[in-house]
C-alpha cells in the first residue's frame, strides 16, 4: 500500500518539475523564437491604379509588383496620415500568406518577405492587376 501512495505521489511531483523547466527555457520548445514573437504593424490598402500613378508618379505594368524603402524623414511625414483603417499586427507568416494570396511564387514570398520584414525599417509593395493596386506598407 504503501509503495503505490509513493507512486501515485511521485507523478504529479514529476509532471511539476517537468513544467518548470519548460516555463524556465521556453526555447526548449521553440516559444522563444524570434518568428513567433515578432509581430510587424502594417497596412494593406487595394487603391486605384491611377491615383497610384498620379501619387508616386511611377509606372507599374499590369501584372506587376514594385518594392519601395521609405526613408524615416518621409515615414514620419506620411505616418502621421496613416489611421487605424488597414492597419494590422501581423506575425512574418501573416505577411508571407498575403503575398501567396496575391500570387507570388514560393521564390519571391521568402525574399520579399526577408526584404519587408528584416532589411527595411519603412516601405512598400505594390503589385498592380488591372486598374487597382494592392499595397502593403509597413
Known amino acids: 500500500m504503501r509503495k503505490k501512495i ?14 518548470l523547466i519548460l516555463v524556465g527555457c521556453p526555447d526548449l520548445m521553440g516559444v522563444g523564437s524570434k518568428e513567433l514573437f515578432e509581430i510587424y504593424t502594417i497596412w494593406t490598402d487595394e487603391i486605384n491604379y491611377e491615383y497610384f500613378e498620379n501619387s508616386f508618379k511611377k509606372e507599374l505594368p499590369d501584372g506587376s509588383y514594385t518594392k519601395v524603402s521609405i526613408s524615416t524623414s518621409e515615414w514620419n511625414e506620411l505616418s502621421s496620415d496613416l489611421t487605424s483603417v488597414g492597419r494590422n499586427y501581423w506575425t512574418e507568416s501573416e505577411i508571407k500568406n498575403w503575398l ?9 514570398v521568402d525574399r520579399e518577405t526577408i526584404w519587408f520584414t528584416a ?19 509597413k
Open 6 to 19: 509513493k507512486l501515485v505521489m511521485l507523478i504529479p511531483v514529476t509532471v511539476i518539475l517537468l513544467a
Open 100 to 108: 501567396i494570396e496575391r500570387g507570388f511564387g514560393n521564390d519571391q
Open 119 to 137: 532589411e527595411i525599417d519603412h516601405g512598400f509593395i505594390a503589385l498592380r492587376y488591372g486598374s487597382y493596386v494592392h499595397m502593403i506598407l
